[in-house]
């Protein structure tokens, strides 16, 4: 299904093909780097360049018989190339190309990340805009709270998300990183200047020290990073599920013309694009810590990591991607209901405001706690028997000698509650 929706350019990423040429582009760069060292004659260098290139069918082929990937990749290659090929992988060990290609392969996926995360903030920014003003009710346990907008619940969201971006681009920073140092670190067959030289040819930088691979901590930071990602749009997808319940249904999903909720029930509108991304959020965080389980190796170097990382790789940055298009399209075509927050916002007659009443005793100096009691009691009047709060509080003799009802109906303002809601929009998204 995912496979159905993947963008191409994601999905291209981990490509046979795309895989291959960047282990290509890892040893030109190391080729190149040697020469520059005088290590490879410099018209050894121009035929390698000229003629380097690979069969993804051959390198299959090859591999039946192999069962090592790299040397059949490198078979592969000298076909192409001739006798220079002896030049290419020169002093190396797999994992210099492996590891070195995979930060290239994670840093490629992540700028899509990047790009995906700014698009749908963006959406998130407009929406929230658009219902600043839109006033509904905030929801505690679940439970009737006090007013807040529709617009501050975007705009909590989209701060969320500015903080996932800080933590993606620190990811792809800490992922960037190559080596070319050899069976167990050691630069016993290259130098850490040709390591250097053709890591900065690739984007990257060089791993500071290195065992016969990159230490996997890099990685786990990259999956968890995502997993946190994909914790914020289950959030949102969770939230917009709760909205769109029928008891409560002040915000839905886009249902367009032709769609269909249930093979029974022709009245069906199920927020299944939400409830999708809450069940593929679980994947990416189970991914993750597969991530983290990745760190712990035998000595300079074992294997265990390798099969767990081609599966988690391609998996959680192409989830990653299908989910923020999803989400994004869920949000931008959002159906909200103001009449419905508006009629939900005072079915509880105005308990809302119970704090308020609190606050006014207070302020006439009377013990907190007593005035605590004071309101709780005609709080509990209504939930019993459905009486307006407000008439109660009006009515309660105690209350009446320490509020006049002018004061009374102060507290029932529902503009007390939205007095900051330009200054918060501010705080997130600038002036």
Same mark, same amino acid.
């Given at each position: 299904?995912?496979?159905?929706?993947?963008?191409?350019?994601?999905?291209?990423?981990?490509?046979?093909?795309?895989?291959?040429?960047?282990?290509?582009?890892?040893?030109?760069?190391?080729?190149?780097?040697?020469?520059?060292?005088?290590?490879?004659?410099?018209?050894?260098?121009?035929?390698?360049?000229?003629?380097?290139?690979?069969?993804?069918?051959?390198?299959?082929?090859?591999?039946?018989?192999?069962?090592?990937?790299?040397?059949?990749?490198?078979?592969?290659?000298?076909?192409?190339?001739?006798?220079?090929?002896?030049?290419?992988?020169?002093?190396?060990?797999?994992?210099?190309?492996?590891?070195?290609?995979?930060?290239?392969?994670?840093?490629?996926?992540?700028?899509?990340?990047?790009?995906?995360?700014?698009?749908?903030?963006?959406?998130?920014?407009?929406?929230?805009?658009?219902?600043?003003?839109?006033?509904?009710?905030?929801?505690?346990?679940?439970?009737?709270?006090?007013?807040?907008?529709?617009?501050?619940?975007?705009?909590?969201?989209?701060?969320?998300?500015?903080?996932?971006?800080?933590?993606?681009?620190?990811?792809?920073?800490?992922?960037?990183?190559?080596?070319?140092?050899?069976?167990?670190?050691?630069?016993?067959?290259?130098?850490?200047?040709?390591?250097?030289?053709?890591?900065?040819?690739?984007?990257?930088?060089?791993?500071?020290?290195?065992?016969?691979?990159?230490?996997?901590?890099?990685?786990?930071?990259?999956?968890?990073? &995502?997993?946190?990602?994909?914790?914020? =749009?289950? *959030?949102? /997808?969770?939230?917009?599920?709760?909205? #769109?319940?029928?008891? +409560?249904?002040?915000?839905?999903?886009?249902?367009?013309?032709?769609?269909?909720?249930?093979?029974?029930?022709?009245?069906?509108?199920?927020?299944?694009?939400?409830?999708?991304?809450?069940?593929?959020?679980?994947?990416?965080?189970?991914?993750?810590?597969?991530?983290?389980?990745?760190?712990?190796?035998?000595?300079?170097?074992?294997?265990?990591?390798?099969?767990?990382?081609?599966?988690?790789?391609?998996?959680?940055?192409?989830?990653?991607?299908?989910?923020?298009?999803?989400?994004?399209?869920?949000?931008?075509?959002?159906?909200?209901?103001?009449?419905?927050?508006?009629?939900?916002?005072?079915?509880?007659?105005? &308990?809302?405001?119970?704090?308020?009443? =609190?606050? *006014?005793? /207070?302020?006439?100096?009377?013990?907190? #706690?007593?005035?605590? +009691?004071?309101?709780?009691?005609?709080?509990?009047?209504?939930?019993?028997?459905?009486?307006?709060?407000?008439?109660?509080?009006?009515?309660?003799?105690?209350?009446?000698?320490?509020?006049?009802?002018?004061?009374?109906?102060?507290?029932?303002?529902?503009?007390?509650?939205?007095?900051?809601?330009?200054?918060?929009?501010?705080?997130?998204?600038?002036?």
């Amino acid at each position: 299904m995912i496979k159905r929706y993947t963008r191409p350019e994601m999905g291209r990423i981990w490509d046979d093909e795309n895989r291959y040429a960047k282990w290509l582009d890892v040893e030109i760069a190391a080729c190149e780097a040697m020469s520059e060292e005088g290590i490879i004659p410099a018209n050894s260098l121009k035929e390698i360049k000229e003629r380097a290139g690979f069969s993804v069918e051959r390198i299959l082929e090859i591999e039946e018989e192999t069962k090592h990937d790299v040397i059949a990749f490198l078979t592969s290659v000298a076909e192409y190339v001739g006798p220079e090929s002896r030049y290419i992988h020169l002093g190396l060990t797999s994992s210099d190309i492996l590891d070195t290609s995979f930060a290239l392969l994670l840093k490629e996926a992540m700028d899509l990340i990047i790009q995906d995360v700014q698009g749908f903030m963006k959406t998130l920014k407009g929406r929230a805009v658009e219902h600043k003003n839109t006033v509904m009710i905030g929801r505690s346990h679940g439970i009737h709270a006090e007013p807040i907008t529709f617009g501050l619940k975007l705009a909590v969201w989209y701060s969320e998300m500015e903080r996932n971006l800080r933590r993606l681009e620190e990811a792809r920073d800490i992922i960037s990183y190559g080596k070319l140092s050899g069976a167990v670190g050691t630069f016993a067959n290259v130098s850490p200047r040709v390591e250097a030289l053709a890591c900065e040819k690739l984007g990257l930088k060089p791993a500071e020290i290195s065992t016969q691979i990159i230490q996997r901590d890099r990685h786990a930071q990259y999956f968890t990073a &995502l997993a946190i990602l994909a914790g914020t =749009l289950e *959030k949102i /997808a969770v939230e917009i599920r709760h909205l #769109q319940r029928t008891e +409560v249904l002040e915000a839905e999903e886009p249902f367009k013309k032709g769609q269909k909720g249930s093979s029974a029930m022709p009245h069906k509108k199920n927020p299944i694009g939400s409830e999708n991304i809450s069940g593929l959020a679980r994947l990416v965080r189970s991914n993750s810590l597969a991530a983290m389980e990745n760190m712990a190796l035998w000595h300079e170097r074992d294997i265990s990591h390798s099969s767990v990382e081609r599966i988690i790789a391609p998996d959680s940055t192409i989830l990653i991607d299908f989910m923020l298009h999803r989400l994004g399209r869920i949000v931008k075509g959002l159906v909200v209901h103001p009449d419905n927050m508006l009629e939900n916002l005072n079915k509880t007659k105005g &308990l809302i405001f119970s704090q308020q009443a =609190l606050i *006014k005793l /207070a302020e006439k100096g009377l013990e907190r #706690q007593k005035a605590y +009691v004071m309101v709780q009691r005609n709080a509990m009047r209504v939930w019993e028997s459905g009486q307006d709060f407000k008439g109660l509080i009006m009515g309660d003799k105690e209350i009446a000698g320490y509020l006049n009802k002018a004061e009374i109906e102060e507290i029932f303002d529902l503009n007390y509650h939205l007095k900051h809601v330009d200054e918060i929009f501010e705080r997130v998204f600038g002036a």
